[in-house]
Structures are given as structure tokens and as C-alpha cells.
């Protein structure tokens, strides 16, 4: 093809050559020959047209050469971009015809009407943990005295929740569930309805924590440690369900609920542990606030904090002749306080519970258990790393424990009554608690008497040999 264009133009270049020596020659000639000049331009003029489309193909050719970015797999790439824009304009297309927005708020996932009348809120937490526990007082009595060594993994915590509100503001639902870490079914724990009469007052009715223990209130995803306290998972009422009713105001906040016994989750409505029960908080804040106390870390951002707090929960034991119940009834109570100042965070809390009618416990026809837990922790590099400290101490008046069920026992003779438990660790913070590890030892002189597979620790009643536990979690929350 290029020879041809050759030779196309060595024919321009000569003819011009002629007619510029025949322009010559007629200059020296007085007479010319004007028809041989007329054939000539004619010729030129007929070969200027033929090399115009040859010269609009040489201009294609060089642009193809030239703009060799545009390769078959570069056009692939932009047919795919347009496809995926094109794609995403429909489905936002979609969304904006039934009113509806979708994305992420920097903390959780949701979904929304235009008018912001329906919302949803999905997240979840993921805490996987590997734990170590040496004890060789293992097992509920001498004679069932287990394995003093034991290790491995552990899906503690795989939970998803759906919040949000419907046709109001004002008018929540909540919905927190996770699959049990040894059988892999999903549990509800969290579910009930609420209403926001104003930014003071709401009513909630459903399942949801009996306001008793402040460590219980806080969210297992903002702990300090790997776990919360023995001492708190010995004390608590956990979750039941029943209607509450509280108040949040500049300085002071309380709770009040009827509920259906504590440990009561998921528990229908003929077997639940109690006939009545009433349980209620309040708190008192002098300054601070309020949102910085749903955790135990001073953040670098948080405001010095002060925060007061006491609870009371009075049960009435399950009547009748199908009861299952081993007391009549229960009263505890509980006072804390907290204080944070960054880079410091402090922590005490005290408990105790009189439970009279336990009847299945020879020799005893009721029990008063106190203890009591103090918590320190300070930041090493800021909002990266801190590092804590945590003691408890249980007096179990000699019975194992008190439950919404038949299975307290008096501690066989001989043991260690009153049981004390050190905790020392950090946390490395990646992104707060979206994104940490926490690493802790957990070491019980005298062992456990009431152990917490949850938290890496056993029921040690063989012996008064001492128990440790080593602790390390990754947590993502999304």
C-alpha cells in the first residue's frame, strides 16, 4: 500500500517539475503553447484528486499507530466501566423510585426511606479468642476432679443486630442475636419494641438486661478486658423479659422494669423463674457525659467524667406444686462509681443479695453473698494502647451459686470460701473498638468456685489449688 502512495507522489513532485519548467520555458518564449499548458494543468489536477482518499487513509493510519492506548483490551475496560456505571445508575434509579437510601454512616450499615420515617441499622461483633487455663482444682467436687490443663480456640461472641425505628422516629425496635459458640444455633437476645415520648422519657417491652449491674449494662463489645468480671457473671440478673421505663436528663438518669426472673432469656411465659419481678437503677453523673461511660476507656477526646450509680432487683420465687425453684425469694443490690480522666480510667463496684428458701441446700434456709470488684487502666501511647488492672473478691456464704435453677449446692468442706481473682492485660487498639486485641491473665489463688467457660475459667472445687487463665482476643465489630 505504501508504494502506491510512493508512487503517487513522485508523479505530484514531477509534475509540478514539468510545470515549473514549462513556466520557465514560456518566459523565454513569446509565443506559447497555451494547449499543451491547458493538458498539463488538467493532468495535475486529475492526480490531485486521486491522492486526496490516499492521503485521508495515510491520516487513519498514523492516528491508529499513534494512539496505541486504545487496545482491545483497554476498550474492554471502558465497555465494562460503562456497564458497572451504568449498572449502579439503575439500581440507584431503582432505590430513588421506592423512596429509599442505602450506604454506610462511618459506624454501621442501613437502609432508610427518603423521609426518614423507616430506618434499619445492620452491624454486627465477631470476638475470636484463643484461651489457656491451667487448673488443677478442676472439677465440682473432689471425687469429679477433671483435666487440670486446657486449651484452644473459641467463637465467643458471632453476633448480628437490626436496628432502627418505623413510621416515627420515636417508635425502635431492636433485634440482637448470635450462634452459640458450641453448637453453632442462633440465640436472640435483645428483642423488644420502644417508644421516645420525648428526649427524656421511653418505655421498652420485650427481652431485653434487667438494670441492675453497671459492668452487665455495658455491651460485651466495649469491655476492657477479654471478659467481664466472675464477679459480675456470678451477680447478675442477665437478661429477661418484662417492660421497662427510664429517664435520662443533663445530671441524672434511672430505670424501671418488671420482669420475669433474672437469667430469664428466652425463657416462655409458664416457665419462667419467678412469679414477680421488680428491678431499678439510678445514676447520677456530676460531670461528663453520658456517652462516654458506655465503655471503660478515657479516650483522648472524652471530657474529664464522673459517674455514680445504684441498682436494687427484688424477685418472688416461682409458687406452686410444679415449681422448680429453690428459694422464694431474692433481693440484691448494688452501688458502683466510675471516673475518667484521660489518660486514667477508674472503676469500683460493690454487691450483695440476701435469698431466703434455699431449700434444696441442707441446712440452710437462706444465703448472703457479698463481693465487690475494682478496675484501673491507663493509656501508654493514646487511643492506641492502654494497659489495666482488675480485682474481685466473692463471699459465697458456702453455696456455689444462686440461679433460676435447682442446681445450688453448699461448696464441700474444706474449701476456700471466699474467693479472690487478679486480671492484668492490654489492649492494641487498631481502629477503638471496632478493631482491637486484647491480651490478659486471669490467675485465682484459692481457684473458682463458680467458673465461666465464656471467660476462660472453670469451676475448681477439688481443691483450693489455684487457677490461671491466659487470654487473647481479636474483636471486629461492622
Known amino acids: 500500500m505504501f508504494s502506491r502512495y510512493a508512487m503517487s507522489l513522485i508523479l505530484l513532485v514531477f509534475g509540478l517539475i514539468g510545470l515549473l519548467n514549462t513556466a520557465a520555458e514560456a518566459q523565454q518564449t513569446p509565443q506559447p503553447d497555451l494547449q499543451q499548458m491547458q493538458r498539463q494543468i488538467e493532468q495535475l489536477q486529475h492526480e490531485v484528486q486521486r491522492l486526496r482518499p490516499l492521503e485521508q487513509e495515510v491520516a487513519t493510519l498514523r492516528a491508529t499507530n499513534e494512539e496505541t492506548w486504545l487496545t482491545e483490551r483497554r ?18 434509579a431503582s432505590l430513588a423510585d421506592g423512596g429509599m437510601t442505602a450506604g454506610h454512616n462511618g459506624k454501621t450499615f442501613y437502609l432508610a426511606s427518603e423521609d426518614g420515617n423507616y430506618l434499619m441499622k445492620i452491624g454486627g461483633r465477631f470476638q ?25 480456640f473459641q467463637l465467643r461472641r458471632v453476633w448480628l443486630h437490626f436496628i432502627g425505628h418505623i413510621g416515627d422516629p420515636k417508635l425502635k425496635y431492636a433485634v440482637w442475636g448470635g450462634f452459640s459458640r ?9 428483642a423488644y419494641l420502644s417508644y421516645d415520648f420525648d ?35 456470678f451477680f447478675t440478673a442477665d437478661y429477661s423479659q418484662g417492660v421497662m421505663v427510664e429517664g435520662t436528663y443533663d445530671h441524672f438518669g434511672w430505670k424501671a422494669m418488671v420482669h420475669d426472673g433474672r437469667e430469664g432469656a428466652n425463657v416462655d411465659w409458664s416457665a419462667d423463674s419467678t412469679d414477680v419481678g421488680l428491678a431499678g437503677r439510678v445514676e447520677f453523673m456530676p460531670f461528663g457525659k453520658w456517652a462516654q ?7 483522648s477526646d472524652d471530657p474529664a467524667g464522673l459517674l455514680f450509680g445504684a441498682a436494687i432487683d427484688y424477685e418472688l420465687g416461682e409458687g406452686g406444686a410444679d415449681s422448680t425453684q429453690n428459694y422464694t425469694s431474692l433481693l440484691g443490690w448494688t452501688a458502683d462509681a466510675s471516673l475518667e480522666v484521660h489518660p486514667f480510667s477508674l472503676y469500683a463496684s460493690v454487691v450483695g443479695r440476701h435469698v431466703q428458701g434455699v431449700d434444696n441446700v441442707a441446712g440452710k434456709s437462706s444465703v448472703d453473698q457479698f463481693g465487690t470488684e475494682l478496675m484501673a487502666a491507663v493509656f501508654i501511647i493514646p487511643d492506641k494502647f492502654d494497659v489495666f488492672g482488675r480485682f474481685e473478691w466473692i463471699d459465697h456464704d458456702h453455696v456455689n451459686e444462686i440461679v433460676g435453677d435447682p442446681g445450688v449446692n453448699l461448696l464441700p468442706t474444706g474449701l476456700v470460701d471466699d474467693v479472690k481473682v ?28 463458680r467458673g465461666e467457660s465464656g471467660g476462660g475459667t472453670v469451676t475448681s472445687n477439688a481443691n483450693n489449688d489455684g487457677q490461671i487463665a491466659v487470654r487473647a482476643q481479636m474483636q471486629v465489630l461492622f
Not at 476498550?75 to 440507584?92: F, P, Q, W, Y
Not at 489457656?132 to 483435666?147: L, Q, R, V
Not at 458450641?182 to 435483645?190: A, L
Not at 431485653?208 to 457473671?233: G, L
Open 182 to 190: 458450641s453448637t453453632g444455633n442462633f440465640q436472640i437476645w435483645d
Open 128 to 152: 475470636i479468642r484463643y484461651i489457656y487455663t491451667d487448673a488443677p482444682g478442676a472439677g465440682t467436687s473432689p471425687a469429679a476432679e477433671a483435666d487440670e490443663n486446657e486449651s484452644g
Open 293 to 299: 461511660f458506655k465503655d471503660f476507656v478515657a479516650w
Open 422 to 449: 487478679f486480671t492484668v492485660g492490654g489492649n492494641w487498639y487498631f481502629h477503638r473498638h471496632d478493631a482491637k486485641l486484647t491480651v490478659d491473665v486471669v490467675w485465682a489463688p484459692d481457684g473458682l468456685r
Open 75 to 92: 476498550a474492554e475496560e471502558v465497555k465494562a466501566l460503562i456497564r458497572e456505571v451504568l449498572s449502579d445508575a439503575d439500581t440507584r
Open 199 to 233: 428526649e427524656h422519657f421511653s418505655i421498652r417491652a420485650g427481652q431485653t438486661k434487667v438494670p441492675f449491674m453497671h459492668e452487665e449494662q455495658i455491651s460485651s463489645r466495649f469491655q476492657m478486658a477479654v471478659e467481664r468480671a466472675n464477679y459480675n457473671e
